[in-house]
């Protein structure tokens, strides 16, 4: 019931949370306030030319260092930096997290279904659809590719791509043929109970995920991260806890993978 108001909420462009976080922090505002024109009285340099407040950022923490995003984009980022692939492509991960991690230090190309205005040296556009057919270009083009927190949202419309509900396993087969010999898919996607949640995403069950994978893609590595938002590492894909997706609901997998041939 908790989910179902945020969302109506959201909806409406309402963010409880910070309404309330707000409506408690005035008292501390204004008392700071007066504090910084009685101090200007005495110390002229600058003057308050506008209100802006930040009322949540005096209880909030320094910041974040869990979630999905947090653990996925330094994991594979990471990895990538080990690897040291001759080319890595990244297909429609976050530009302000993962592929600017990746950028920080290598090229990058980018592909997604949406426009990126980017003249950084590192970073490489291209704008494609990865569920249509592949042009020949593009087979066995790269030794590396990530997708992160992105194929769960193919084929359901949200990001302006036409409605297929095999999107997500039209980007497989093109992740396969788009890599070389010996190459490496890094993969994450939410897990849980299988379902979608419409038109945000896909969850997928691990089980699921591992039969689409047959015949593709080797399992070489798997982290995921909970529902409470901790990165866990098991010692391996235990059938007992594939089947329960290791107790999540809407946890986050992130699957190292390697190529298998034809």
């Not at 309330?20 to 306030?33: E, I, M, Q």
């Not at 080990?82 to 993962?98: A, Y």
């Not at 590396?144 to 396993?169: K, M, Q, T, V, W």
């Not at 419409?198 to 909970?226: C, T």
Request: net charge negative; aromatic share 12%.
């Amino acid at each position: 019931m908790k989910k179902e108001l945020s969302i109506i909420f959201s909806f409406l462009g309402i963010n409880p949370i910070h309404f309330f976080t707000n409506v408690k922090s005035l008292g501390w505002f204004v008392r700071d306030y007066r504090h910084v024109k009685k101090a200007l009285a005495k110390n002229n340099d600058f003057a308050i030319a506008s209100l802006y407040p930040c009322l949540a950022d005096k209880s909030d923490k320094a910041g974040t260092n869990s979630g999905h995003y947090f653990h996925q984009d330094l994991i594979v980022a990471q990895q990538v930096f080990l690897d040291s692939p001759v080319n890595h492509i990244d297909i429609g991960s976050r530009i302000d997290g993962f592929v600017a991690h990746v950028a920080s230090f290598r090229k990058i190309n980018v592909i997604d279904i949406r426009e990126l205005r980017s003249d950084l040296k590192n970073i490489e556009f291209i704008q494609l659809n990865i569920c249509d057919p592949l042009l020949p270009e593009f087979m066995e083009m790269t030794d590396s590719i990530s997708c992160l927190h992105a194929i769960e949202h193919f084929g359901l419309g949200r990001y302006g791509d036409p409605i297929d509900l095999d999107a997500h396993l039209k980007a497989l087969n093109n992740f396969h043929r788009m890599l070389k010999i010996n190459g490496r898919l890094f993969l994450s996607t939410p897990i849980g109970t299988q379902r979608i949640e419409f038109n945000a995403h896909r969850v997928f069950s691990i089980s699921y995920l591992l039969e689409k994978f047959q015949n593709l893609f080797k399992v070489e590595d798997f982290y995921y991260v909970n529902d409470q938002g901790d990165l866990i590492h098991p010692e391996s894909l235990d059938n007992h806890k594939i089947q329960n997706n290791f107790g999540c609901e809407f946890g986050c997998g992130v699957f190292f993978l390697r190529k298998i041939e034809d």
